[in-house]
């Protein structure tokens, strides 16, 4: 991902204490870290305590801020960490995966109906099912990767790995992610793609 | 530099790094490189299709689907300790609308919001009487502030409330309309969404769009109601009788520089274009326009399409007038003014075109 100067702008005003541009990054990451919230830990609740902790966080220590040429990495960094403490010290019991998803699933099949395309639809969603039974990190190296854009150096950065173990990641997840889809026998496009 | 490639596997693109952002963010070097890698290695263009397709359905398949209250609950939550933090402290909320907009295209809100439930006290009556026929419980924000405050709405769309101005909406917009009444002014940024129209109710005009950005000036001591488009376009109605109306409503359409105006004392709805015209094009599109001793008719449509507006003029008669000017940050009438004084010509703006009076040139 590369980094914008905008963001550098965005970044200072806020510091400088212009609530618009607080606001302005709220907006425009709010969904991105809730997603990947979402994707970090099934307990909805700590995901949105996190977020509002690490946005008052920001508000209140602005001055102290370090300067960053991307707000996006920068708020997924300090979210994860946030979340990770959280959970620790956390003794609420975790919500289930398979509840979060229902809770969301309505909105998102709405969402997917206005696409045009049934049969790109419905393969997504295999995608998406086949996605959510790999292992947490897998997931969340999925989405980092393929979702949020970040480079493989980023990703090294926020999920404390090194490079090497990064790859082995990726490519464990998306090797899975290409039996399941054989495995299932599916007669369609994404299979043949995947075994060719 | 091809040879890599030559023996890739599907999966081996989908987890090479070029490949991924060449697929994600089309880069036109990008394109090049990897047409001429097809051409020369014709056997991998199958392996290639596919590798992209698997590439942008796991970009959209992974993201974990949103839930939009949870976006606002945070919101609000945010709100409120800042709102306090802010009166402790005493900090003035300080606005530079348009720096931002240009920045990073983002709309802004702020934080400084008092959310109440309709009151029936204190409110304007036309205003009263539109909230009153809402079907569902409405959320109400009132801007008791001296500056202008910002409002997120449950769609991500985004409203700048002036001051002694409040807004009206469906808490979480499930009709089939995304509804809002508005008394007062405000510059709406709308969220797109072709499935759900977003309306404002605001005095005796409706407005409606499916996503743009637009202001509507609506007090009701006023004589006028205006709404000047900004980007997108929108369509304006009549609304005298004050009722609700059905989605299929049609009314006049305006597009960026433009606006509606509705008189209350004759309730005539007149289009005009809005009192400073901003370029339409990028500056980088504007700096190209630059002009030696060129026929006016020429200046002229550049100025139509900088600004996107509509000039009426006598092409035969103006042709041999020739000027030299550059168009630059002054707002479209600055720039008339100077052209029409050099050439003693006059200009009047009816239903939105600009029409010029003007005389032959030798």
């Known amino acids: 991902m590369k980094a914008t100067g905008s963001d550098v702008l965005l970044w200072n005003a806020f510091r400088e204490g212009n609530r618009e541009a607080y606001a302005g990054i709220y907006k425009l990451y709010i969904e991105d870290l809730l997603s990947y919230g979402y994707r970090v830990t099934s307990n909805r609740q700590l995901i949105k305590d996190s977020i509002q902790d690490l946005f008052l966080h920001l508000w209140l220590h602005r001055e102290n801020l370090s300067e960053t040429d991307s707000i996006k990495f920068y708020l997924f960094r300090a979210l994860r960490n946030r979340i990770l403490r959280n959970i620790e010290k956390s003794d609420i019991l975790p919500q289930t995966a398979d509840s979060i998803l229902e809770n969301i699933i309505e909105d998102f099949s709405f969402e997917q109906e206005l696409m045009a395309q049934e049969t790109e639809v419905q393969q997504i969603g295999r995608l998406q099912k086949a996605i959510n039974k790999l292992s947490k990190r897998q997931q969340e190296v999925i989405q980092l990767r393929y979702h949020n854009d970040f480079s493989l150096e980023e990703i090294e950065n926020l999920m404390q790995l090194n490079n090497q173990s990064v790859r082995n990641l990726l490519h464990r997840a998306i090797s899975q992610l290409r039996i399941s889809f054989e495995m299932a026998g599916w007669f369609l496009l994404l299979i043949t793609s995947f075994t060719r | ?362």
Not at chain 2, 122 to 148: C, F, H, M, W
């Open chain 2, 1 to 362: 530099m091809f040879e890599k490639y030559a023996g890739y596997s599907v999966e081996d693109f989908v987890k090479d790094e070029k490949f991924i952002a060449w697929v994600k963010f089309s880069h036109p070097e990008e394109d090049l490189f990897w047409s001429d890698f097809i051409q020369n290695y014709p056997g991998q263009q199958e392996t290639i299709i596919h590798a992209r397709q698997i590439v942008t359905h796991l970009s959209e398949a992974s993201r974990m689907p949103v839930d939009q209250n949870d976006v606002s609950e945070i919101w609000s939550k945010l709100e409120s300790a800042l709102a306090e933090e802010g009166e402790n402290t005493g900090r003035v909320l300080t606005i530079n609308w348009k720096k931002w907009v240009a920045a990073a295209s983002v709309i802004l809100l702020s934080a400084l919001i008092w959310w109440n439930y309709p009151s029936t006290s204190d409110q304007p009556q036309v205003y009263a009487r539109l909230i009153e026929q809402a079907e569902n419980p409405l959320k109400e924000v009132i801007n008791t502030t001296s500056g202008t405050i910002s409002v997120i709405l449950p769609d991500g769309s985004t409203v700048k409330l002036e001051k002694a101005s409040r807004l009206s909406y469906d808490r979480d917009f499930t009709g089939k309309q995304r509804e809002v009444f508005l008394s007062g002014a405000a510059f709406f940024n709308v969220t797109k969404n072709p499935e759900k129209p977003f309306i404002v109710y605001a005095n005796e005009l409706v407005t409606k769009v499916l996503g743009t950005s637009f202001t509507i000036n609506a007090f009701e001591e006023n004589k006028k109601v205006t709404v000047s488009v900004r980007t997108g376009r929108v369509s304006v109605f009549k609304n005298t009788d004050l009722t609700r109306l059905d989605a299929d409503h049609k009314g006049i359409i305006l597009i960026p520089n433009q606006q509606a105006a509705f008189t209350k004392e004759d309730e005539t709805l007149v289009r005009s274009l809005v009192e400073a015209p901003q370029v339409v094009v990028s500056q980088q599109e504007l700096r190209d326009l630059t002009f030696t001793n060129a026929p006016l008719p020429d200046i002229f449509e550049a100025l139509e399409k900088a600004y996107g507006v509509e000039i009426v003029f006598d092409k035969a008669l103006l042709s041999n007038c020739r000027l030299t000017t550059s168009l630059g940050n002054e707002t479209l009438f600055e720039r008339l003014d100077i052209i029409c004084e050099a050439l003693e010509a006059s200009y009047k703006v009816v239903d939105a075109q600009i029409m010029i009076d003007g005389k032959k040139c030798n």
